[in-house]
């Protein structure tokens, strides 16, 4: 079955830092890969996915991810961290079976420090 | 505005007291499906719905209903609530598609008590 491990339920940067928000991956047929995010108080918006084609996956908001299948990996980076990007951030596959379900992992919370 | 639309927000009934969530979407989204976040968890799919009339069960399913009468319309339905499905609930549309985007509402957190 499906799963995905995002490693670090909570992680800290200072403002202007390298934010580094890790997630793999296990799927049995080519993944569908999303990372959301969730302000306080709201639903999920996606920030970026990747469906097969550049594997260097460019969002909103100056983030990126990047495709690795041999690592199994979907990692979401932005060179700068802002105020603003204090959320908790979930990353999602879709993939095997019929059903066309988000598999989400269980969320890392970013706090942004001045 | 394109959006996924929950109501209530906010709620919080006794056990036992049957309760309906609705959410409506006007993207003309074929699918839609519930979730439920609780922390540490995530998000788990409680049912999707592929089409008007087609509804099945996703990992959560036990002591909610759905229907799909209208392609806008998918309710989530607690016959009985029970303290366990303390949750803040998320119903989702998106076009038919494995790559295509979810669009979630706004959430409904609910307390039974």
């Known amino acids: 079955a499906q799963s995905v491990t995002q490693l670090g339920s909570h992680v800290s940067v200072s403002e202007g830092a390298l934010v580094l928000l890790r997630c793999n991956y296990s799927s049995s047929v080519p993944p569908y890969l999303f990372w959301y995010v969730q302000y306080p108080n709201q639903g999920l918006q996606l920030l970026l996915k990747?469906?097969?084609?550049?594997?260097l996956v460019k969002g909103i908001n100056g983030f990126e991810a990047e495709f690795k299948k041999s690592e199994t990996s979907f990692h979401l980076t932005k060179p700068s961290a802002h105020m603003s990007d204090a959320a908790e951030y979930f990353c999602?596959?879709?993939?095997?079976?019929?059903?066309?379900?988000?598999?989400f992992g269980k969320g890392t919370k970013l706090t942004v420090n001045p | 505005e394109a959006q996924v639309t929950q109501n209530p927000r906010y709620l919080i009934t006794v056990t036992g007291k049957k309760l309906t969530v609705t959410c409506s979407q006007n993207?003309?989204?074929?699918?839609m499906s519930w979730y439920r976040q609780d922390p540490g968890l995530g998000l788990r799919q409680i049912y999707y719905?592929?089409?008007?009339?087609?509804?099945d069960k996703g990992d959560v399913p036990e002591g909610y209903k759905v229907s799909r009468k209208e392609k806008r319309n998918f309710p989530l339905i607690l016959e009985s609530p029970s303290p366990n499905q303390t949750s803040l609930y998320f119903c989702?549309?998106?076009?038919?598609?494995?790559?295509?985007?979810?669009?979630f509402g706004q959430g409904t957190r609910l307390t039974v008590v």
């Open positions: 990747y469906t097969s084609a550049a594997t």
């Open positions: 719905s592929m089409n008007v009339e087609v509804t």
């Open positions: 989702a549309s998106k076009q038919r598609g494995m790559g295509t985007e979810a669009f």
């Open positions: 993207m003309n989204h074929e699918y």
């Open positions: 999602a596959v879709i993939g095997e079976g019929g059903s066309e379900k988000l598999v």
